[in-house]
């Protein structure tokens, strides 16, 4: 049997969505600067309970910028991040580049899969596990077209078929395998 390593496919959207980000968070900051340079604006206070206004816009804004600053800089970051699958006669990797989790073939005692919502849609979920507690975890979800990632029925049906006898299998996994559905 030869080493197979997948091909990962990089997201299409996190890059333009990460600079996107930034910019909203930059032009909340400069709106947010303007909105406390009008609290020490004098001709504009007007009495107690409107001196409070600018103040409470400048920190909500400020908060909103923070975090659409960090999701910028995170979609920047994923969209640069390298994923790796390895399929070797011995052992199965997966992981970031670097990084990654190794289970040993013979080692691997149980595939599990299950069914998960998020944001209205249902993801499909894989734990395979090792005799000595390594766990690789990975999830298929109706988006991964934009978000990129692995053709995990291409990994899971090469693996599937170098398990050993003694592995316990889930049969949504080979459900999946089969048929694509979840």
């Known amino acids: 049997m030869e080493t197979i390593t997948y091909p990962y496919s990089k997201s299409k959207l996190a890059l333009p969505v990460g600079v996107l980000s930034f910019f909203?968070?930059?032009?909340?900051?400069?709106?947010?600067?303007?909105?406390?340079?009008s609290l020490f604006n004098p001709s504009q206070a007007q009495g107690l309970e409107d001196s409070a206004s600018p103040l409470l816009t400048f920190l909500g804004l400020c908060g909103m910028g923070w975090l659409f600053l960090f999701l910028g800089i995170w979609n920047i970051y994923i969209s640069q991040v390298p994923m790796e699958a390895v399929l070797t006669p011995d052992a199965f990797s997966y992981g970031r580049r670097g990084r990654l989790t190794t289970i040993p073939l013979a080692e691997i005692t149980r595939v599990t899969g299950r069914k998960e919502w998020w944001y209205n849609t249902p993801d499909f979920s894989v734990t395979i596990e090792g005799a000595h507690k390594q766990r690789i975890f990975f999830r298929k979800t109706p988006l991964d077209k934009y978000t990129g990632g692995f053709d995990y029925r291409a990994i899971l049906r090469d693996l599937l078929a170098r398990l050993p006898a003694t592995a316990q299998v889930d049969p949504r996994v080979h459900k999946f395998v089969e048929t694509g559905r979840y």
């Open 24 to 37: 909203l968070a930059c032009l909340m900051m400069y709106v947010a600067a303007g909105s406390v340079a």
